[in-house]
C-alpha cells in the first residue's frame, strides 16, 4: 500500500503563486509516475499535471506556462509551482501515485480570491 500527503494548499490572490508538496512512500518512488488532478463542480477529478518516472511532465492546457510539476526521487516527493493564479484554478488538489493503480492522498485546499 503506498501512502500519499499532499501539502501547500491555502489562500491567494489572484496573481500569486503557492507550491504544493506531496510525498509517497515506498522503494520504489522513482518508479512512479506522479499526478496532480483537481476536482471539479461535477466532483470529477481532473488531471492538471502529470510526470513519469524520468521526468517527462505533461500539462493540461488550461495550466500550461503557469504551472509546473517537477520531482526529487531522493525525496520521494513530486512538487506543483502555480503561478499568475485565477479564481479558475480554485479547487481541491489531490496528489496521485500510479504504479498499474492509483493512489490518492487526502487532497488540499486551494482557493484563489480577492
Known amino acids: 500500500q503506498v501512502q500519499v500527503v499532499e501539502s501547500g494548499g491555502g489562500l491567494v490572490q489572484p496573481g500569486g503563486s503557492l507550491n504544493l508538496s506531496c510525498t509517497a512512500s515506498g522503494s520504489i518512488f522513482s518508479m512512479y509516475s506522479m499526478g496532480w488532478f483537481r476536482e471539479n463542480a461535477a466532483k470529477q477529478r481532473e488531471l492538471v499535471a502529470g510526470i513519469t518516472g524520468d521526468g517527462n511532465a505533461n500539462y493540461d492546457d488550461s495550466v500550461k506556462g503557469r504551472f509546473t510539476i517537477s520531482r526529487d526521487n531522493s525525496k520521494n516527493t513530486v512538487y506543483l509551482q502555480m503561478n499568475s493564479l485565477k479564481p479558475e484554478d480554485t479547487a481541491v488538489y489531490y496528489c496521485?501515485?500510479?504504479?498499474?493503480?492509483?493512489?490518492w492522498g487526502q487532497g488540499t485546499q486551494v482557493t484563489v480570491s480577492s
Open positions: 496521485s501515485a500510479f504504479d498499474g493503480e492509483y493512489y
